[in-house]
T-cell receptor, first 113, second 114 residues
Framework: GESVGLHLPTLSVQEGDNSIINCAYS??????FIWYKQESGKGPQFIID?????DKRQGQRVTVLLNKTVKHLSLQIAATQPGDSAVYFC????????????FGTGTRLTIIP | NAGVTQTPKFQVLKTGQSMTLQCAQD?????MYWYRQDPGMGLRLIYY???????DKGEVPNGYNVSRLNKREFSLRLESAAPSQTSVYFC?????????????FGPGTRLTVL
């Protein structure tokens, strides 16, 4: 079946370096993508989103890139800080008007001081 | 605003017991959701409510029931808990539709069924 998944389950990055978390999706009809951050013991927190008519969107220290040709989504975090240590999920909304999101399994990012 | 709140934060049940997980949001959102999160798996949708008075099944509805009590509150009930329902449960809400608006999540309820 179609799914949202992540290439790397764990990622360790030196503090101050940039990190890239990847996500693959298989449904070409997906039109909206979201990245969430989940810290230990807490609920997922919205980071950034992107619509399918865009290929890049920037926030504060974060950038999401969308490559529809290869159905690939990435989250770039610049100048990582210890507070960036968390699990990061991508999610997709597959159909316009559909009330459901499909979530990936997550990548654990650890920032090394 | 408190956002999305959930009670209780932790719960231990014996097999066959029943309980209701409570969720409330103060953002005047239309849609509300219940997810479960298990190790190594993404969030899976149990039930959702697109508006007050409506509920629909998600990916894993078996063993659960829901009630959209009013616009603010959306409860999840386990009538006869099973060990397979040991999980972390998250409630979420959204103002509009999932393809345009952000879902806001509660802090979760950690449920253990013995």
């Amino acid at each position: 079946g179609e799914s949202v998944g992540l290439h790397l389950p764990t990622l360790s990055v030196q503090e101050g370096d940039n990190s890239i978390i990847n996500c693959a999706y298989s449904n070409s009809a997906s039109d909206y993508f979201i990245w969430y951050k989940q810290e230990s013991g807490k609920g997922p927190q919205f980071i950034i989103d992107i619509r399918s008519n865009m290929d890049k969107r920037q926030g504060q220290r974060v950038t999401v890139l969308l490559n529809k040709t290869v159905k690939h989504l990435s989250l770039q975090i610049a100048a990582t800080q210890p507070g960036d240590s968390a699990v990061y999920f991508c999610a997709e909304n597959r159909d316009f008007g559909n009330e459901k999101l499909t979530f990936g399994t997550g990548t654990r990012l650890t920032i090394i001081p | 605003n408190a956002g999305v709140t959930q009670t209780p934060k932790f719960q231990v049940l014996k097999t066959g017991q029943s309980m209701t997980l409570q969720c409330a949001q103060d953002m005047n959102h239309n849609s509300m959701y219940w997810y479960r999160q298990d190790p190594g798996m993404g969030l899976r949708l149990i039930y959702y409510s697109a508006s007050e008075g409506t509920t629909d099944k998600g990916e894993v509805p078996n063993g659960y029931n829901v009630s959209r009590l009013n616009k603010r509150e959306f409860s999840l009930r386990l009538e006869s808990a099973a060990p397979s329902q040991t999980s972390v449960y998250f409630c979420a809400s959204i103002r509009g539709q999932a393809n345009t608006d952000t879902q806001y999540f509660g802090p979760g309820t950690r449920l253990t069924v013995l």
